[in-house]
């Protein structure tokens, strides 16, 4: 059994809360169990600056559900934000866990015709239903370059309200949109979606400039859509982002350093993401893909796979 208590993060917390005022803690930090940080060239993050206005990470608890072992992607639930869903890395089962915001084990829901090839993020927002809210797990992984296509899959959200169970189901309703890039094939592990308008959005992974692609709703679910490119980022290793319910936020992660930006106007997100960020507080996991805004913006979430054996935390990062 995992035990939350005996996790060295704890002591770092502790210590770390007690020196906020001083420093950003986690910048030169090895993380939980001594473990070394898997290698990340993003050398951009000593030249941005700092945002304060975020209290450094606390972990919540340790992830209860043996089965996720590599969470790749995570986003808060609209129908309870008390809830937290998560997707395994490549090679998994179709299907998606559901977690409460200390670790807790709320069950899964597998998808009905649908393939983990290499499930890196997950988004959560509108979709062709009005009052209705869509995952959106995103198929779009591809280490070696070997895949032309790639796939978003659209599931309604289930009804999670009631917690007074362990839920067991299946997905049965799966919308399958298939994209491509428009300039090669790319390795892509972060998805989200801009609530104000439902276009998608998507950061390449291993280029020393990480494109931005944007696909413009509606999307088809009978072709295969080509996204559109934004622009680059001077980022590489990117590995998870989200918008803020508002859309008026966003996050974007690397295994070193978390980015953020918010709009001061009326631009669109892909305007956005191609200006200045600032950074923010974060806690180097021992492989750290995951990340999501809580529900009401009052912080984030981060989680991480469990390389070596090493048992996950969700980490709670407040605003203050």
């Known amino acids: 059994m995992k035990s939350f208590y005996n996790n060295k993060t704890v002591i770092w917390a502790i210590a770390c ?50 089965a996720l072992q590599e969470a790749s992607g995570i986003a808060v639930s609209r ?48 979709g062709p239903e009005e009052g209705k809210n869509y995952l959106y797990i995103g198929d779009i992984g591809d280490n070696i370059s070997q895949y032309e296509e790639k796939i978003i899959y659209r599931v309604e959200e289930p009804d999670v309200s009631s917690t007074d169970k362990k839920f067991d189901g299946e997905i049965k309703s799966v919308e399958a949109i298939k994209l491509k890039f428009p300039d090669g094939i790319r390795d892509a592990e972060t998805l989200m ?27 088809a679910t009978d072709l295969v859509n080509v996204l559109e490119k934004v622009g680059e980022m001077a980022l590489t290793g990117v590995v998870g982002g989200d918008i803020s319910s508002d859309g008026n936020e966003v996050l974007i992660k690397t295994y070193q350093t978390i980015y953020y930006w918010k709009k001061t106007g009326d631009e669109d997100i892909g305007t956005l993401l191609l200006s200045q960020p600032v950074s923010l507080p974060y806690f180097r996991e021992p492989q750290g893909e ?14 991480s796979e469990e390389p070596r054996g090493i048992d996950a935390s969700i980490y709670y990062y407040m605003r203050l």
């Open 193 to 219: 979606i801009d609530p104000a308008n439902k276009d998608l959005y998507i950061i390449s992974k291993r280029e020393s400039k990480v494109g931005v692609y944007r696909l413009k709703y509606p999307y």
């Open 79 to 126: 129908s309870n934000p008390q809830l937290i869903w998560a997707h395994n890395d490549s090679g998994d089962l179709p299907r998606i866990f559901l977690l409460g915001s200390g670790g807790d084990d709320f069950g899964e829901f597998r998808l009905v015709n649908a393939k983990n090839r290499d499930w890196e993020d997950i988004a959560i927002g509108p």
């Open 290 to 303: 995951a990340i999501a805004w809580k529900l009401d913006g009052s912080g984030y979430y981060t989680l």
């Open 17 to 66: 809360a007690s020196i906020i005022g001083f420093q950003f803690c986690g910048e030169n930090e090895s993380p939980a169990n001594d473990q070394p940080v898997v290698p990340d060239s993003d050398s951009t993050a000593t030249l941005i600056k700092r945002d304060t206005s975020f209290l450094p990470g606390i972990p919540q608890g340790l992830v209860v559900n043996e």
